[in-house]
């Protein structure tokens, strides 16, 4: 069965830092493309960043450039989200994903109707 577990999300400062991590089982993530959507209430679910198979390709939402970095680590089977400078505004459910993709550096559009392998979430407060 394929499984994707979020954990690193929790309550942090304004301009604080935090580092999700998505670990997957039952299946090999050197066979997909990963990305990290987030949502609100009563909003839909966005893209924020998304990364090519073999890791070299990445694309970043507009709001989160210069301040996020998403990596893969293939060997642990993890995807992460190292997030700086936090602000109010990314206060979110933060979601992983995978798409099995035969193609190693395509990232495609990083829109959630792309990925059909999602994660519980878990929730960022940016808050004082």
């Known amino acids: 069965q394929l499984q994707l577990v979020e954990s690193g999300g929790g309550l942090v400062q304004p301009g604080g830092s935090l580092r999700l991590s998505c670990v997957a089982s039952g299946f090999t993530l050197d066979y997909y493309r990963l990305g990290w959507f987030r949502q609100v209430p009563g909003k839909e679910r966005e893209g924020v960043s998304c990364?090519?198979?073999?890791?070299?390709?990445?694309n970043y939402a507009d709001s989160v450039k210069g301040r996020f970095t998403i990596s893969r680590d293939n060997a642990k089977n993890t995807a992460y989200l190292q997030m700086n400078s936090l602000k109010p505004e990314d206060t979110a459910v933060y979601y992983c994903?995978?798409?099995?993709?035969?193609?190693?550096?395509?990232?495609?559009?990083?829109?959630?109707?792309?990925?059909?392998?999602w994660g519980q979430g878990t929730q960022v407060t940016v808050s004082t």
């Open positions: 994903a995978a798409l099995r993709s035969a193609m190693l550096s395509t990232i495609g559009g990083c829109r959630p109707d792309e990925y059909d392998n």
């Open positions: 990364i090519s198979r073999s890791g070299s390709n990445t």
